[in-house]
């Protein structure tokens, strides 16, 4: 399925493993990895309504954040990303949460 970064707009075949370099354990190898990562983005600080938005980010959108585990709304705003918060869909919350799939339009 072809699918956009909520970040930067480039188009991503889900299908396709993208391959990224790892220096783990002393190592220098390539590794197959999904295309684009679904990230929780809580709603700005103070908001009466308090969910999570999914944002899918390809692996440079990911590198400019600078992520942990998830980002806030004012931190995904400084990125300037071609979809606003307010209009990232809602994270869903069963087991599919992660697959950036289950959040096509």
Do not use: F, N
């Not at 072809?2 to 889900?14: A, F, L, Q, S």
């Not at 002393?26 to 308090?50: F, R």
């Amino acid at each position: 399925m072809r699918m956009r970064c909520h970040g930067c707009g480039v188009e991503k075949d889900t299908d396709v493993r993208e391959l990224a370099t790892s220096t783990a354990a002393g190592l220098i190898e390539d590794v197959p990895l999904p295309p684009l990562y679904v990230v929780d983005c809580q709603s700005p600080s103070g908001a009466a309504d308090a969910r999570y938005r999914a944002a899918l980010v390809c692996h440079g959108c990911m590198a400019r954040l600078d992520l942990d585990m998830w980002t806030c709304a004012e931190h995904w705003a400084q990125i300037d990303p071609v979809v606003p918060y307010a209009q990232l869909p809602l994270l869903r919350t069963d087991e599919r949460r992660d697959d950036p799939t289950a959040y096509a339009p």
